[in-house]
């Protein structure tokens, strides 16, 4: 082969794979749709379905924190609101080096409480349980330093209920959240885990646990990120759901059964993603068993999290993301293609692989290589415009149709200063960040490649969900 032979190869191959990844998320925002429509059109009268309501089955809530003091009594706070007719919260302090045990007795007036624990999955040992004397639905795990997973494993442990709902310490969920995720245990027994929307909290207003109004932080970051989880996150995900191929439920937010968990080993304390390990785990061992399973995704039950404001937090998050998809797929290699695998071994594990996991080494390579092309004089004017315009164009259009979607869905933000706010930075988005991102997601692929050590880094909190200054643009 020629050289002009290899060129034309390439840029050909840059421009199909970009069409193809791009026409795969048309393809799930149009599933998604469907999906909305007939989810609002069963949900426009009441907060739940008149014959479900009543038989809600109990929920543990657990809460893993590790040096949260600055959020978690707000936080708790707000599960301790939630309507709901039985349910337990669960925190567990993860061998914090702050004041999280502090905050966590002082606010709910802690006392040792002697009880049996039932060590079903392994676990770092416990220091003490607490009890509140204000909330005796509260309990607080005292435990050595393990890590998210096994904080989790440790609160299951210590669970009394059949569900459990694992919940970031610094999030807020909205008071019929736990009711809506919780739905598709009743409707469909064959259910196993559900997962919920999470969206971006900084530039809203929390009083007392409660998040009391909705507004657009000032931070740009946050407001990319904001315009980010409604493609990527929400639509993305409410895609997969009608064929049962959600292959993530964001651990800041879902509901799983008990049994069905500790059956499979718990969370995985060896990985950097133990949320969506569990879920593809999950997958392969119900669809290789041949048993009949439902994993959805719910998209109005809401958790509201922080987002990382600094390109140096935000970085760390990317890349463990990436490590924590390429651990998942890896550690469960079996599903691809097997024989019972159904859309999520045949669908979603490989869309999953080729546009997620090898995406950012193939779209930063694109760039790259176009662009040093196109300069060189080795790419026509007309296919690097061509290219631009693929590359950019589609996520525009893609970004763009989800804010519509998610306004006219849900209409979260409804000032309409707000929605051309977030119409600016669906432009911004698509000019820079989600490159930048891309080049964040190769370092993490990189580094697992590599098997360089996995670090969580360090999440800087705002606050503005403990005293309710969100920076909001409002």
Not at 26 to 40: I, T
Not at 201 to 206: E, K, L, Q, Y
Not at 292 to 299: G, S
């Amino acid at each position: 082969m020629t050289v002009n032979d290899w060129v034309v190869g390439t840029q050909w191959f840059f421009l199909l794979y970009f069409i193809c990844i791009n026409m795969g998320y048309v393809m799930l925002n149009l599933l998604s749709m469907g999906s909305v429509k007939r989810y609002v059109e069963a949900h426009s009268l009441d907060d739940m379905p008149r014959g479900i309501s009543g038989f809600e089955i109990p929920v543990s809530v657990l809460v893993p924190a590790y040096n949260e003091q600055e959020t978690i009594a707000s936080s708790v706070r707000s599960m301790l609101q939630l309507d709901y007719p039985d349910y337990e919260v669960i925190v567990i302090n993860d061998g914090s080096k702050d004041g999280t045990m502090d905050a966590l007795r002082r606010e709910f007036e802690l006392e040792p409480f002697p009880e049996a624990y039932w060590q079903r999955l392994p676990v770092k040992p416990v220091h003490a349980i607490y009890r509140s004397r204000k909330y005796p639905m509260l309990r607080v795990i005292d435990k050595e330093n393990g890590g998210k997973a096994d904080a989790l494993n440790a609160g299951i442990n210590a669970s009394r209920y059949p569900l459990f709902c694992g919940v970031d310490a610094d999030s807020v969920l909205e008071r019929v959240s736990l009711r809506r995720v919780v739905e598709p245990f009743l409707e469909d027994p064959r259910t196993i885990a559900s997962g919920g929307t999470v969206r971006v909290a900084n530039g809203c207003t929390v009083d007392s646990g409660f998040l009391t109004s909705v507004g657009l932080p000032r931070n740009p970051l946050a407001l990319l990120q904001i315009v980010e989880y409604l493609r990527a996150f929400l639509f993305g995900r409410l895609g997969w759901s009608p064929i049962n191929a959600v292959l993530i439920i964001s651990g800041a937010f879902g509901v799983f059964t008990k049994d069905v968990v500790i059956k499979a080993g718990g969370y995985r304390t060896d990985t950097i993603g133990e949320d969506m390990e569990l879920i593809v785990r999950l997958h392969r061992l119900y669809r290789t068993d041949n048993i009949p399973y439902r994993i959805v995704f719910v998209p109005d039950p809401v958790c509201w999290t922080e987002a990382p404001e600094t390109l140096r937090v935000l970085k760390n998050q990317r890349i463990r993301w990436q490590r924590g998809l390429a651990e998942s797929l890896s550690l469960n290699i079996g599903l691809l293609f097997h024989p019972r695998g159904g859309a999520v071994g045949w669908l979603a594990f490989p869309f999953m692989a080729i546009f997620e996991l090898l995406g950012p080494l193939i779209e930063v390579a694109g760039y790259v290589l176009m662009t040093l092309g196109f300069l060189a004089g080795l790419i026509s004017q007309e296919a690097f415009i061509t290219f631009i315009v693929v590359a950019f164009g589609f996520g525009l259009v893609l970004s763009v149709s989800s804010l519509l979607l998610e306004e006219i869905s849900f209409h979260i933000y409804p000032k309409p200063h707000q929605m051309f706010v977030l119409l600016l930075f669906v432009v911004l988005e698509n000019l820079g960040y989600r490159q930048i991102n891309s080049v964040w997601r190769l370092w993490g692929l990189l580094l697992w490649i590599f098997r360089s050590k996995a670090r969580w880094g360090e999440m800087t909190r705002g606050a503005s969900l403990q005293n309710g200054s969100g920076g909001s643009t409002h």
